[in-house]
């Protein structure tokens, strides 16, 4: 089993659905979980950083993590074709040095 | 500039030939890692600075590639007798690191050199 997993899309919606991205990992020792923003072309950027379970918001973005079940998911309210994107999570140990683990990434495209 | 620089943008070598990739962290973050994107594939875990100091290589994927950062800032990725496979995007980002815990904080990327061997 991979370490995270991630469905690669593509996900289309009309404008203003709410989307729902997902992401399930194997390992417990992972503690903090964010996501990142990519577009074509660009570097990845990072939209979402939490720690702890339940959920986090920012603007139309909500961040959600359950730890129990080792899935974490983010929410897009009121799409916007600029959403359009891939979207990747990573998640990290909790101890000192611990590198970012990504998902593969979800397409994300929002039509007008 | 306030971001991670990479350069160049893009490089189209031939098969063969060694390439030498930069980055140019943001200022003042110690933490460095280089990763791979190939399509369909992910983000690839290369190398990992903590200053000057490489403390996990354990992502390269062969003795053909090697980095070095000097000064604690400006890093060069360098891969030699590139090979097709080698084709793939090759993304820097830097950190801050808590000198507390020794944790990373969250990556800033830059845009990637795609770099294409023919």
């Known amino acids: 089993q991979k370490e995270v997993e991630q469905d690669p899309g593509p996900l289309s919606v009309p404008e203003g659905a709410i989307v729902s991205l997902n992401c399930t990992y194997s390992n417990s020792a992972f503690q903090y979980f964010m996501w990142y923003r990519q577009y074509s072309r660009k570097g990845p950027e990072l939209l979402m950083y939490t720690y702890s379970s339940g959920n986090k918001e920012d603007g139309r973005f909500t961040a959600q993590v359950d730890k129990s079940s080792k899935y974490i998911s983010l929410f897009i309210r009121d799409s916007q074709p600029s959403d359009s994107a891939t979207y990747l999570c990573a998640i990290q140990g909790a101890s000192g040095y611990s590198t970012l683990t990504f998902g593969k990434g979800t397409m994300l495209l929002v039509s007008p | 500039g306030a971001g991670v620089s990479q350069s160049p943008s893009n490089k189209v070598t031939e098969k063969g030939k060694d390439v030498e990739l930069r980055c140019d962290p943001i200022?003042?973050?110690?933490?460095l890692y280089w990763y791979r994107q190939s399509l369909g594939q992910g983000l690839e875990f290369l190398i990992y600075f903590q200053g000057n100091s490489a403390p996990d290589k354990s992502g390269l994927p062969s003795d053909r590639f090697s980095a070095e950062r000097t000064g604690g800032s400006v890093s060069t990725l360098t891969i030699q007798r590139t090979q097709q496979e080698d084709s793939a995007v090759y993304l820097c980002?830097?950190?801050?690191?808590?000198?507390?815990?020794?944790?990373?904080?969250?990556?800033?990327f830059g845009n990637g050199t795609r770099l294409t061997v023919t």
């Open positions: 980002a830097s950190s801050l690191v808590s000198p507390t815990t020794g944790r990373v904080s969250p990556l800033h």
């Open positions: 200022s003042g973050h110690t933490a």
